[in-house]
């Protein structure tokens, strides 16, 4: 069985030793890349099964390498910032990034948001290679979950590791409201330290791929000061009013 391999980009050489050496003790492969062109080439070359990329890097910025990442597949990618500034933040969310982490971290801590990541990946093979069949509905949605496929009527929805598993956690109960730390510990799977702002940045792309109307949504749904919920709509209908 081939190891899990990971490409972490930064242009800090010690910080780069210290992933790599706590990475490869956890028994990953890792690659290493040192800008954003780099980077690229790196993730074209490697199929790396995860990314951990630094926000700030010389050429190619982190975001704009996040966005490129994320026009060919959908690998999860754990986005690194020194910034304080929440907007970089959520552009990286807004771009596709599956996760944030601000500098100075935890070194314990980026190898549990690795382990989280990869674990759904791991599940989702699983879930595929075993043959189960669960195909989820709301409306005229259809989430073929063991396969990662969603479809809107006829059309196919392309959606990054994050959406896709805040989708399923949403539709397997219809009508059940979730609060943001709730999805934060079934969807990225630990404990949750930060803004939970990351929960909307994602209902917010995932309306925007799977609404016909993103402002006045009629699958997943607002119920304010609570959370979100997936609307209880028989397959091929639309009318559930908009919050």
């Known amino acids: 069985m081939s190891k899990v391999r990971i490409l972490v980009v930064d242009d800090e050489p010690s ?12 028994g990953y492969e890792v690659m290493s890349a040192a800008d954003g062109h780099q980077a690229l080439e790196g993730f074209a070359n490697g199929n790396p099964d995860l990314v951990i990329l630094d926000l700030m890097l010389p050429g190619l910025d982190g975001l704009t390498v996040c966005r490129r990442m994320r026009e060919t597949a959908a690998t999860p990618i754990l986005m690194l910032t020194a910034k304080a500034d929440d907007v970089d933040k959520v552009v990286g969310l807004e771009l596709g990034a599956d996760d944030y982490m601000t500098k100075p971290f935890n070194t314990r801590e980026l190898v549990a948001r690795v382990r989280a990541l990869l674990r759904r990946v791991q599940l989702d093979r699983q879930a595929l290679s075993s043959g189960q069949e669960r195909v989820l509905r709301i409306g005229d949605l259809e989430i073929d979950v063991p396969r990662r496929r969603v479809r809107r009527g006829s059309e196919v929805v392309d959606l990054t590791p994050t959406e896709f598993d805040l989708l399923t956690r949403l539709a397997a109960q219809p009508g059940r409201v979730f609060s943001r730390d709730d999805l934060l510990r ?58």
């Open 186 to 243: 079934s969807v990225w799977g630990y404990e949750y330290i930060g803004d939970d702002r990351t929960v909307d940045v994602h209902i917010r792309r995932l309306r925007e791929k799977i609404e016909p109307d993103a402002s006045n949504p009629a699958y997943v749904l607002t119920s304010w000061g609570r959370g979100y919920y997936a609307a209880e709509l028989g397959p091929g209908t639309r009318d559930a009013p908009g919050r």
């Open 15 to 26: 910080l780069v030793k210290g992933i790599k050496l706590s990475l490869e003790l956890e």
